[in-house]
């Protein structure tokens, strides 16, 4: 599988072969891309509606097209290889955030060290509670699956 693009400096088609890339290289990538952003300029703008990243815009850093794609959290730019999580996560983050500014407080489980999210404290502003567990970080107070160490 081939992708054509016009190289503006050669007159020539540069192509992007499918490759198989590592959920480390494409946030590596990622990571390179938003450092090369214009100010003013979200990296949301990578993340199409059903959370999937437009991989076009990192063919040039990865030297090719990812043959599966990978999917990116609006709210947290975290980045999963499952559909699901990042619409979970990025709903999590929204509730999470109204519930800090009306209640002043952190919705987490009274008591645990991981700061496991409490589903029940934040009901009212989800439509349905997610499949995994989610956790607050302390620093950033930013949504994320992974438990603290």
């Known amino acids: 599988m081939f992708f054509k693009k016009r190289n503006q400096k050669q007159k020539g088609v540069v192509q992007y072969q499918a490759?198989?890339?590592?959920?480390?290289?494409?946030?590596?990538?990622?990571?390179?891309?938003?450092?090369?952003?214009?100010?003013?300029?979200?990296?949301?703008?990578i993340v199409r509606d059903d959370h999937s990243i437009d991989v076009d815009v990192l063919k040039g850093i990865l030297k090719g097209i990812p043959n599966r794609p990978f999917y990116m959290s609006k709210e947290t730019f975290e980045i999963f290889e499952l559909a699901e999580l990042p619409e979970q996560i990025d709903?999590?983050?929204?509730?999470?955030?109204?519930?800090?500014q009306e209640n002043g407080e952190e919705p987490v489980i009274p008591g645990n060290a991981d700061r496991k999210i409490s589903y029940h404290l934040i009901r009212h502003y989800l439509h349905d509670e997610p499949i995994v567990e989610l956790y607050l970080d302390k620093h950033d107070r930013m949504v994320t699956h992974r438990r603290p160490e």
Do not use: P, T, W
């Open 91 to 100: 709903n999590v983050q929204k509730a999470v955030d109204q519930f800090i």
């Open 19 to 45: 490759i198989n890339v590592s959920i480390e290289q494409v946030r590596q990538a990622v990571n390179e891309y938003a450092d090369g952003l214009a100010k003013g300029i979200s990296l949301r703008s």
